[in-house]
């Protein structure tokens, strides 16, 4: 087996909740009732547009919730998005404990918005940590695409063999695995911790 030299972490439902699926969705159903069914079609219509930086936020809203009158704002609506967005202290804290070993270049995978995904990245303080974050955003091909896996491959020259790609959906590690990546399954903190350090074979601080 290749030695691992760049490990890539999902971020939504790994080093924190997932930004806009749909239990988040839920919640703005409920809060701002609005009719599920038409929010959902509307949502699934352009979600793809979306997640691969083909419309701005303002564009999803316009179709997916502000094709009517309302009795909110828009910045309120904005807001709630924003505010679903909790991070995972450890998880957060088993990646930075991976790179303050140095030997690994670590960068993120993920689907989302351009403006959601600037903002967890700040909000989550993940900037000390990764020093690339390849997402669907800025790729304009989503996860669970073999063309994501190849981009990014490319965008950190980088062997699959030699790379460890971490993420809570078995859907997005398929893929990867089939291309020759090394993958984990995202359960828990401790369970990653542990995986982590059995695979690599060496102690995380923290542990």
Request: net charge negative; glycine share 6%; proline share 3%.
């Amino acid at each position: 087996m290749s030695e691992v030299n760049h490990i890539f972490f999902d971020i939504g439902g790994v080093l924190g909740s997932n930004g806009w699926d749909r239990e988040q969705r839920n919640r703005a159903v409920e809060r701002f009732h609005l009719d599920a069914d038409d929010f959902q079609w509307r949502h699934e219509d352009v979600i793809g547009e979306f997640e691969e930086g083909r419309i701005t936020l303002d564009e999803y809203l316009d179709i997916a919730v502000f094709h009517t009158e309302r009795d909110f704002s828009r910045s309120a609506f904005i807001r709630f998005m924003l505010d679903q967005s909790v991070p995972h202290p450890d998880a957060i804290a088993v990646a930075r404990a991976l790179a303050a070993t140095g030997k690994y270049r670590m960068m993120t995978l993920n689907n989302e918005s351009e403006e959601l995904n600037n903002y967890r990245i700040r909000e989550f303080g993940l900037t000390p940590i990764f020093e690339a974050f390849i997402s669907s955003c800025w790729l304009n091909v989503r996860k669970p695409f073999r063309r994501f896996y190849n981009r990014a491959l490319g965008i950190a020259q980088c062997e699959p063999s030699r790379s460890l790609f971490i993420d809570d959906r078995q859907q997005n590690l398929t893929p990867a695995k089939s291309m020759g990546m090394n993958v984990i399954l995202y359960q828990s903190a401790p369970q990653l911790r542990a995986d982590l350090e059995k695979f690599l074979q060496l102690q995380l601080s923290g542990a």
